[in-house]
Structure formats: C-alpha cells, structure tokens
C-alpha cells in the first residue's frame, strides 16, 4: 500500500512519479536540485523522494509505507539521512548544522540572526556518506536544506562529493533560486524546477477546509517520554491560528497569494497568522490617505487631514519588516497595471483593500515611491523604530505628492 511522510499536494506528484520512473529504470543521478519558492512544498517533496529511495518494498505507486525505513520516515527522524542546515553562529555551536532530524524541513523557528551553510557542514555531508548504511535499505541520503545560502567555500567543499558521489548515496538539494549556485554544482546534479501552481488549483488548495489548519507532528513526546495524542496538539495549535478567527473565503485567499508569488503553502501560512486581514487594512488606510490628500488639493478650504496617515504607521507597523516591504512593492506594481487597464479582479490588493482611487496616481510618483521602498528595504536594525516611520511618512508624502 502506498504511504508517505503525508499525502504529497497535487501540483507535486508529476515531479514525485517521474522521479519513481527514473529510480525503477535505473536512470537516477546520485544528486538531485529542487528549486522553486520554499511556499511550493520542495521540502516535502524532498522528503518523498528520500523515503521511497530507502523503501524496503518500492513499487511504481510509490513507498510501502509499512516497511521499518518507512515508519522511521513517519517519525521524521532516520539512521541512514542527514540533513544539512543553513545555521546560525549558536545552532552551529549546538551542532544543530546536520542532523538525523527531518523535523526542520517542515517547520523551522525563523532566526533573528543570518543563516548560513558551512564549509564544516558540507564536509560532515561527505564523512556522512562515505559510511556504510544501517537500515538495510537501498544506501543513504542527504538533504541540504535552502542550498542558496551555501558560499563558495562550502559548494567546493562538497564539490569532489558531486564528482565522485559514494555508492548507494543519494544527495537532494533544496534551493529557492539556481542562480546562487556554482556552476560546477549545477552541472553534476538534475535539476527539478517548481513551477508555479495555476491560480484556480491554489485558491482551492486555501478554501480547502482540511488544509485550514498548522503543520504538527503526527509522533511528539511528553516531557516523561510518553508519546503526546496528536488531536489534542493539533487543537491547541489550531487555537493560536489567529487567522481562523475569521472565515478563509476567496478574497482573502486572493490577498495572500498575491504577496507570496502565488505559493499556496505559503499563502496558507499568511492565513493562519491572519496577516492577510492586517495588510486589508493597511491597503484601505493608504487609499483613504491618497483620496485625502486630493479631496484637500482639490477643495484647498478644508485643513489637511494627517489622521489617515497616522493610521497607514499604525496599521504597517502591525506587519513584519519583510510583508512591509512586499505590500508595498507589490501594491505599486497593481497600481500601474490598474492605471494600464488590467481589469481589477486580478489585482487583489486594490480590489480587496478597496483601493481603486489609486489610479488617479501619476505614473512618474509611483515610479519614484518604488525608489524610496530600497531605504525601507535597507534600513538597518541599529536604526530606532522611530526612524522607519518617518521613512514610510516620506513615501506616504512621495506616493501622493502633487
């Protein structure tokens, strides 16, 4: 019977059954590249890649999902893969670089500090490899999570790996982006490129109830070592998701896509957080401030009203740093494919923040609210809160200017 770590999504599965094909015919390289937005599910696909390689009992359907390989693959944790982290100087220090734990490619605590795959890293790949295997299963197999934050140090210490790989090995890469690849590494692996899910199959995906929900564990220990009932966790995950307090229709479902390159797993997320509803506020308050200001310039008796700026710093400073910027960045770019008659119902943000009255925008103050995004962009964490919000007061000014 076939079974996985879980149900691969669709747009997954033609990748996942031309790598059965290629396996069961014998014509798979010893490396694999899979790259594409993190919110398209490359990790679990990775995932069912390594399991069905170590299935004792493969067959063109899939895993077994009965076998012991596979029932370690259930628990996320395996004697025969190791994953490679992109870590930071502490989880470096805890040797949290590779691991048997397949926990982190599911979900992982973001990092306030920058992450980084190690020249270190790549060389416990290699020794890692080059020992025999324990499960009795087909060899073992490395995963290098979020490949694009490997240096030139650390691609050319698992270079001669790629060149010479260990028999029975199997070494699958995530990236978001080829690009920031060597070349040398490139050109020894295959290469599967994500592409993007069609619009309709990804709404669905959001409005999909049984998908509504966090990413938990299905096997979790108590602090006595006793395995926690994973309907109870999953309840008080599905408490905390903010997002649910507020019924998941398909303007909301539009909103979030629109600001996570149409990347439903990533979309699901914004959801859960309910972030997709702060930044409906946030587009609605920067159209009354730009309805305002022209209702002022046009009238020029009534005193200028400031509160609607006010509340755009609020309203944003609900969001974090990097949905600012994307808000923004992507909020402009309607706007000028509204302003080049792209009929609404594809922009989300204007159509659902309620923000049609920014077509009366000129082009060339777009244009230069789109430069002064970089100094937001940029701004250093050194800088006091008070400093963001006189940039954003700037674009705000720029946005509408006359």
């Known amino acids: 019977m076939f079974a996985q770590v879980q149900e691969l999504h669709s747009w997954l599965q033609p990748y996942y059954q031309q790598f059965i094909t290629t396996l069961l015919q014998g014509r798979l390289t010893s490396s694999i590249i899979i790259s594409g937005h993190e919110g398209l599910g490359g990790n ?3 995932l069912a890649m390594a399991q069905f390689y170590l299935c004792h009992h493969p067959s063109e359907h899939g895993a077994c999902g009965t076998c012991s390989s596979c029932q370690m693959f259930k628990r996320l944790t395996h004697q025969d893969v190791g994953v490679a982290y992109a870590t930071n100087a502490d989880e470096f220090d805890k040797n949290l670089d590779f691991i048997d734990d397949m926990m982190g490619l599911m979900a992982r605590k973001p990092s306030a500090t920058r992450r980084s795959l190690r020249v270190d890293t790549m060389r416990k790949v290699t020794n890692f490899l080059n020992e025999s295997a324990v499960s009795g299963g087909r ?8 490949a694009q934050l490997m240096g030139e140090g650390a691609a050319n210490a698992i ?3 790629f060149e010479e790989p260990s028999p029975n090995s199997l070494i699958i890469m995530t990236t978001t982006s080829l690009e920031a690849l060597l070349p040398t590494i490139l050109s020894r692996a295959s290469k599967i490129v994500l592409r ?3 619009v309709d199959e990804a709404v669905a995906y959001l409005l999909n109830h049984d998908n509504q929900k966090p990413w938990v564990p299905h096997f979790s220990f108590d602090f006595e070592g006793k395995e926690a009932d994973y309907d109870s966790r999953l309840a ?4 905390d998701c903010k997002g649910l307090k507020e019924p998941i229709g398909v303007e909301r479902a539009q909103i979030a896509l629109s600001l996570n390159s149409y990347a439903p797993l990533a979309a699901m997320q914004m959801l859960l957080a309910g972030d997709d509803l702060q930044v409906a506020n946030v587009v609605n308050s920067i159209a009354q401030y730009v309805q ?7 009238a020029q008796k009534k005193p200028l009203r400031t509160e609607f700026g006010r509340e755009v710093i609020t309203s944003m400073r609900k969001l974090a740093k990097p949905l600012q910027e994307r808000l923004l960045s992507e909020l402009l770019l309607e706007t000028l494919k509204y302003k080049a008659n792209v009929p609404v119902d594809e922009l989300p943000l204007i159509n659902y923040g309620r923000a049609t009255c920014l077509e009366s925008l000129q082009v060339d103050h777009i244009f230069a609210a789109m430069d002064k995004l970089r100094f937001i962009a940029d701004r250093s964490p050194l800088i006091p809160s008070r400093a963001s919000q006189a940039l954003l007061r700037t674009w705000l000014q720029r946005l509408s200017a006359p």
């Not at 060899?139 to 999570?145: E, F, R, S, W, Y």
């Not at 008080?236 to 408490?239: C, G, I, K, N």
């Not at 305002?292 to 046009?298: E, G």
């Open 44 to 46: 679990e696909l990775a």
């Open 139 to 146: 060899g073992k197999v490395v995963i290098i999570h979020g």
């Open 159 to 161: 270079l001669k790996t």
């Open 196 to 198: 993007e899910v069609p």
């Open 236 to 239: 008080a995950a599905l408490e």
């Open 292 to 298: 305002s200001q022209v209702q002022w310039r046009s």
